[in-house]
């Protein structure tokens, strides 16, 4: 899991502004995924992306944008239009077929003020 | 969609005991069922994980067990030790040819084991 990596750790925002949260793997894994972590809760799926260009919508995904224009990298956008961003937003990757253990990043803390 | 149910929320067992956690899913498609266990502030790590096409899966001192027909899998720890204190989380998702729907999560047990 060493090879997947979040920016920044914390991150402190204004209310109404967008920020966008930066995930990197090296692990040559074709799906990536974003899941929001809230206390006392389980993780909820937000986007993810099965390959390159193309992604789908999780559970959660109103407020939130994503890209996949590089198979490393897939950044999640929070724009002004989520209610409650508030939270801990996990990045994870997985193989496609085989193994389909997924690997989860460290995590972006974010707090709007 | 998926729907994963778990408990107990909050776990306390004295050291060398075993702990059980149980989790129930909802939707038949779902074929694998990883169990995840996260320190305070840390990522997720992956204990153990199943697929449907097997009934129970061991790794030392974790099992894992799955029922099909109920809908119901659980995880067991035996001869617990202090670190073991955690929240472990199951999930639930389906996998068809290529990649994953992503996971659902259940909401999470807090086990403590008091010395």
């Known amino acids: 899991d060493g090879g997947i990596t979040q920016s920044p750790k914390y991150l402190f925002r204004k209310e109404g502004q967008n920020v966008t949260l930066s995930c990197e793997q090296n692990l040559n894994h074709d799906a990536m995924y974003w899941y929001r972590q809230d206390p006392g809760q389980g993780l909820r799926l937000i986007y993810y992306s099965q390959i390159v260009n193309d992604f789908q919508k999780g559970d959660i995904a109103e407020g939130y944008s994503v890209s996949r224009e590089k198979k490393e990298s897939f950044p999640l956008t929070v724009t002004s239009a989520q209610k409650n961003p508030t939270a801990f937003y996990l990045c994870?990757?997985?193989?496609?077929?085989?193994?389909?253990?997924?690997?989860f990043g460290p995590g972006t803390r974010l707090t709007v003020l | 969609g998926e729907n994963v149910e778990q408990h107990p929320s909050t776990l306390s067992v004295q050291e060398g005991d075993s702990a059980v956690i149980k989790c129930t899913y909802s939707?038949?498609?779902?074929?694998?069922f990883p169990w995840y266990k996260q320190e305070l502030g840390k990522r997720p790590q992956l204990i153990i994980d199943?697929?449907?096409?097997?009934g129970e899966k061991k790794d030392q001192r974790i099992a894992v067990t799955l029922n099909k027909t109920a809908k119901h899998f659980s995880l067991h720890i035996t001869e617990t030790q202090p670190e073991d204190s955690a929240v472990y989380f199951c999930?639930?998702?389906?996998?068809?040819?290529?990649?994953?729907?992503?996971?659902?999560f259940g909401k999470g047990t807090h086990l403590i084991i008091q010395p």
């Open positions: 994870a990757s997985s193989q496609t077929g085989g193994r389909n253990e997924q690997f």
């Open positions: 939707d038949s498609a779902s074929n694998y």
């Open positions: 199943i697929r449907s096409n097997v």
């Open positions: 999930a639930a998702t389906s996998y068809s040819g290529g990649g994953a729907d992503g996971l659902t």
